[in-house]
């Protein structure tokens, strides 16, 4: 064991840091200063730079697209990537269905869908959760009936994140009406556009627009883009739950999210002294710099025991419940550190007036952000679900 | 002892109770926000005349029922439970306490016409720089012939963009944080140079930043002394904190109850999700905090006339308390419902986004431990 990175790991360290500074886009970089939503063309327009560099997908396996990078050199990636404040690239393609596919699909599926997940020409999204199917999952109703080289697919899903820019979408559906829950899943792959699938948007606390309802209604759907066999779909959903679940910890995010609360609470006044001098928040700061150091030294022995050729097993878990609480625990302080100007909603604030700011520009949402943040307790198996995976399947109790 | 409420506190709980339930639903209410001024004047024009609920907690010579604090708490729990965004804190319980503190003309020519829902008023006290220390002023009111030249920004200014007046605390001497030299004024929202910038708040109200460029005041705006207005700010701050902490309760005991509801409803592996243990814990953890809210906003509420080091003791206990109260409930409440409590459509997250401003409101919990132990654990 060794904590020091080898020369070849500082030089691999420098050299992405050099391109990410060259090559990341000045007018993302500005519409994240300014606060604004980011549009599909912000997320593609990094995306693309990745790709053209041939590294948009460090944890494929290298004859699908991958670079072959060691655990550690994908670990200095994501750390500089967040240190320079990147957008994140979007996972549903990249992290979840791309890895679905070149584990369970058939080489025409290869052949036909990788491509496009890598170059971002396809914008994927996630048709799991149902209005009656969210923790229990498995209790999903959307039914796809066989009818001749189609599938016939009806039903409702929600929570479909960013389903508004979708080309494509991977489902769980029920091809065996009568087998028990888990059996009798399939999972297809449906384009967007075809005739019978309606999105409509739902606007969470934030006022932000990233999810939505997904209706199918007498939707075609080729049987060949169903992967893996018919009613074992729930193997490919367990195993991309697993993978899910390692991106969760957003470890090296959330150290940067840790700075950026330094550096408001360095600018907030409390009395004849900056924020950070109060004994009390600065208690909190440390309480949360620690807790992150001890998630992310969990991740690291976790992704030894992969690199070891252990899968991500159910100790995933943990650092899915550990990483989101930390997550929510950033924006908490945030939202404490400007003090009043939590309150002023930005998405009403009307034309600009530069000569009469609404607040400094950190504080404009710390609030929603805190609000939206509330997901990542629930999302991808809520914390309460975790628990019981640790519990029944770490400690077999 | 006797906790129990008059016939006449009853009487305003179930009167005000009966109304907000007719007119104050989560629909109502979200059309009243997206309305071209942020609220139905129609309701506080009722509160007041329909049903005298304005004059509650003033004196009978004024025109009032002859009550206080109690019916302040009261009021204030009941427009929390459907998270009405009427400016009944800032007309009544800031500008109507300062107002009967210090009594005389301007008393009795104001407090009637709030009584009849002709003003109102907005408490323009944070400033960019003063976090939760209410002496950190740096807006001047400067002595101008019989008058006041006013010039400042203050910040946040809850329910300012439908005011008719301005309850200022600006410095008529001494430097920006001293004790001495902090003058409250209450002035015409509409004087020559007040510059407003108005926005709606993540709570549902209206706000604006307020800019003094060279407002000319009279010299009876001033309320009290010139320069010792301190001990009548921490006052009146002193009970809206007791009165945000009793919208507190109004508001999550909504969440609980709301949550109860859906827990009760809500199926998930075959039975209603309010059967999973871990669940029932958490809202009978949530159940404690309502309840302790209460106590300790009751408490606080009764001692809001001992002498002033006892009272801020008592309010900032009450507010630490709740204010944690506020975030866990509110928290506990989103988690319970999991994604549908995160989407705008469900009064749910309202009544989170409302507990969670609340959190800071008057002072974080962090604020009030630290003057609590000023106040109370000698070194």
Redesign the interface.
């Known amino acids: 064991m060794q904590l020091e990175f080898s020369p070849a790991e500082i030089a691999f360290q420098k050299e992405v840091r050099t391109f990410i500074a060259e090559n990341y886009p000045q007018n993302l970089r500005s519409v994240q200063d300014e606060g604004h939503d980011l549009s599909k063309e912000d997320f593609l327009s990094w995306h693309r730079i990745l790709a053209k560099k041939g590294w948009i997908a460090p944890a494929w396996p290298v004859e699908y697209g991958g670079i072959g990078w060691t655990a550690t050199e994908r670990f200095i990636w994501s750390e500089e990537l967040a240190a320079a404040d990147c957008v994140g690239t979007m996972p549903f393609g990249l992290s979840m269905v791309g890895p679905v596919i070149y584990t369970f699909g058939t080489p025409e599926q290869k052949a036909k869908f990788l491509p496009g997940i890598l170059s971002g020409d396809d914008w994927w999204c996630q048709g799991y959760s149902e209005p009656g199917a969210g923790s229990d999952l498995a209790s999903l109703r959307t039914k796809a009936v066989r009818d001749g080289d189609h599938y016939v697919v009806n039903g409702q899903k929600t929570w479909t994140t960013m389903a508004q820019h979708a080309d494509w979408g991977f489902f769980l559906v029920r091809t065996d009406p009568d087998a028990k829950a888990q059996e009798g899943i399939s999972f297809l792959l449906i384009n967007m556009k075809s005739p019978g699938v309606t999105v409509r948007p739902i606007i969470t606390l934030g006022g932000e627009h990233e999810v939505n309802e997904v209706w199918l209604e007498d939707v075609r759907v080729p049987v060949e883009n169903r992967v893996y066999e018919e009613n074992k779909g729930w193997t490919c959903a367990k195993f991309l739950l697993a993978h899910e679940r390692t991106g969760i910890a957003a470890v090296a995010r959330s150290k940067r999210g840790v700075e950026k609360i330094k550096a408001i609470a360095r600018t907030e006044q409390d009395g004849d002294r900056p924020l950070i001098a109060n004994p009390f928040f600065k208690r909190k700061i440390s309480e949360l710099e620690i807790d992150l150091t001890a998630l992310e030294f969990t991740e690291l022995r976790s992704l030894a025991g992969e690199a070891a050729g252990k899968g991500p097993g159910p100790e995933s878990s943990l650092l899915k419940i550990k990483g989101s609480e930390i997550q929510q625990r950033i924006t908490e302080l945030a939202l404490e550190a400007v003090g009043h100007y939590g309150a002023p909603y930005f998405r009403g604030f009307g034309e600009g007036d530069n000569e009469h700011p609404i607040g400094p520009d950190y504080a404009h949402r710390a609030a929603p952000t805190y609000f939206n943040t509330r997901k990542t307790t629930i999302y991808g198996g809520s914390n309460e679900i975790q628990r019981n995976i640790i519990a029944k399947l770490v400690l077999g109790i | 002892m006797d906790f129990s409420y008059t016939e006449t506190q009853d009487m305003i709980r179930e009167t005000l109770s009966r109304f907000l339930a007719d007119t104050y639903d989560f629909d109502s209410r979200s059309k009243m926000i997206a309305s071209g001024t942020g609220r139905d004047p129609a309701i506080w024009k009722a509160l007041a005349q329909d049903l005298g609920m304005l004059g509650a907690s003033f004196s009978e010579e004024h025109g009032g029922l002859g009550g206080g604090y109690l019916e302040n708490a009261l009021i204030m729990e009941e427009l929390g439970k459907v998270i009405a965004i009427e400016p009944y804190l800032q007309t009544v319980v800031l500008g109507g306490g300062a107002l009967k503190a210090v009594g005389g003309a301007v008393a009795d020519a104001v407090i009637p016409e709030i009584i009849n829902g002709n003003v109102i008023i907005a408490f323009a006290y ?1 400033e ?6 209410l002496a ?1 002023i740096r807006t001047t009111a400067k002595k101008d012939g019989a008058g006041y030249v006013l010039n400042g920004h203050k ?2 200014v ?1 329910a300012a963009p439908w005011a008719t007046h301005l309850l200022v605390t600006a410095r008529t001497g001494g430097a920006t ?1 001293d004790v001495n030299g902090v003058s409250l004024f209450l002035i015409d929202a509409n004087a020559r140079g007040i ?1 407003r ?1 108005d ?5 549902g109200f209206q ?1 604006s ?1 307020i ?1 003094f460029e060279n407002v000319a005041i009279p010299a009876d705006a001033l309320l009290g002394d010139e320069g010792a207005g301190l001990p009548l700010i921490e006052r009146i701050v002193d009970e809206a904190t007791v009165a945000v902490c009793a919208e507190s309760c109004g508001v999550t005991a909504k969440l609980h109850q709301g949550t109860l509801e859906y827990a009760r409803q809500r ?3 075959g039975q209603p ?1 309010s059967r ?1 243990q ?2 029932q814990h958490r809202m009978v953890d949530m159940f404690m905090e309502v309840e302790q809210s209460k106590s300790m906003t009751t408490m606080a509420t009764l001692k809001l006339d001992l002498p002033a080091a006892e009272r801020m003791a008592a309010v900032s206990a009450c507010k630490a308390k709740v204010s944690r109260s506020a ?1 866990f409930v509110g ?1 506990s409440a ?2 319970t419902h ?2 549908i ?5 469900l009064a749910i ?1 309202h009544f ?2 409302r507990a ?2 609340i959190e ?1 409101q008057f002072g ?1 919990a ?1 604020h009030h ?2 003057r609590f132990e000023r106040l109370t654990l000698a070194d």
């Open positions: 944070a960019p720089q003063g976090r939760y220390n950190n910040g946040v809850y944080t510059v910038r926005y709606p708040t993540v709570d706000a930043e800019y199926n998930q592996f999700i999973f871990v669940l975030k928290q989103i988690q999991g994604g409590g995160i989407t705008q459509e997250g989170f986004k969670t401003m800071n974080s962090d431990y630290e």
